[in-house]
């Protein structure tokens, strides 16, 4: 019997955090959110202003259907070359994504004692911290390149505790994913002070920038992480399941608007798929470290993608989330193919490449009977047929 999409995402997932287990470190002081400007306060004039939205806020007219939108996000974001690939691509295409930041990367190795996650001792945590101050302010250059290219910055969490560790999120309580995301903001706004790095550029962007995000494998669920969630003044999160297999349209769930990892029919895998790169890995090969697997593997994701973009086009023009890691996973076998379907599909007429919260911008302009008619279409990818 094929699990539900709960158990798969959580199970199959959790495997990634023993792949790159480390002790890494932070500190339990609330969070102060600061406020985002399109110029930070102390630049100097000529610092570049932030790129605008790609999205049109505008009201259906009759009869019209909806812009297709696509939604990139990348878990982790730490300063490498994936993140150079991506930056490119999407201003070659005109796409935007959301880039959900990790909380450990704002320490360096030797401040890791600032971070204490949720029944875990201070300077513990699954994945490794930012490393030296200079990758500290590599690591704050990439995010303020991809801020003023107009890209949302979310939360990948800190510790990234899962499956497999010691009191791994899918146990924590709201109490302890409040006091993860008290952790995170810390970090962000006090990232200077906790590291002693005085020189290089401030960060572009405010706490109040940070409005969603993706939980640690997958793990926790709405009635634990939605609270804590709200108490930060967040509004969108995309961790969870979704009510069924296919692509809908997003709901809010306890004031939260939920876009749920997409589980699709795949064509190349002939089945039912969690569209996010660990979970096609697992599923292709077991999730081994096989280089010689990857165009293989590449060829599934890219026709996994464009078929889930040629449903819903057709269909219900549901927002397709395209869920994706800084990784270099199989010999590269993911990031090409995740950046070929960006090139592909977001300059396309009737399409936007877009962020959580432009869509979300979106929804709430239109007609409340209009955006309920949308919610209420059937799924697309759920089978062979539809």
Known sequence: MTPSLTVRAVTVIAA????????SGCSSTPSTRVASTTRPRSAAPDTPLRAPSNVPIRRLAVGEKPPQFVLFSFDGVGANAHFDSFLDAADRS?????ALMTGLYFL?????????????????????????????????????????????????????????????????????????LDQFFSLMANWRANTGITDGPDLAFGSDAVRG??????????????????????????????????????????????????????PPLRRRQTALDYNFWYTINGARNRPSDAPRIRRIVRETYRSMYDRAFAGNRAPIVIANHFNSWSGDAFNPATRDFMTDVC????????????????????????????????????????
């Open 16 to 23: 990634v955090t023993t792949a790159f287990m480390s002790v």
């Open 108 to 180: 360096t190795d030797a401040a890791r004692n600032h971070y204490q996650a949720p029944g875990h001792e201070p300077g513990q945590a699954a994945i490794g911290f930012g490393g030296s101050k200079a990758e500290v302010k590599s690591e704050i250059a990439y995010l303020n390149r991809a801020w003023y290219a107009g890209h949302e910055l979310g939360t990948h969490y800190v510790g990234h505790f899962c499956q497999g560790t010691s009191y791994p999120g899918q146990a924590w309580t709201s109490a302890d994913w409040n006091h993860e």
């Open 213 to 266: 995000g993706r939980t640690q494998c997958l793990e926790g669920s709405p009635a634990t992480v939605f609270p804590a969630l709200r108490k930060h003044s967040m509004t969108w999160d995309s961790s969870m399941a979704g009510d069924g297999p296919g692509i809908s349209w997003p709901k809010k769930i306890g004031g939260i608007w939920e876009f749920p990892i997409p589980y699709v029919y795949s």
């Open 94 to 98: 005109g796409a935007r994504f959301s």
């Open 347 to 386: 300059g396309r007429p009737e399409t936007i490449c877009a962020t959580y919260s432009d869509v979300i911008a979106w929804m709430q302009a239109q007609d409340p009977a209009v955006l309920e008619r949308l919610q209420e279409m059937p799924a697309v990818a759920v089978d062979a047929r539809h």
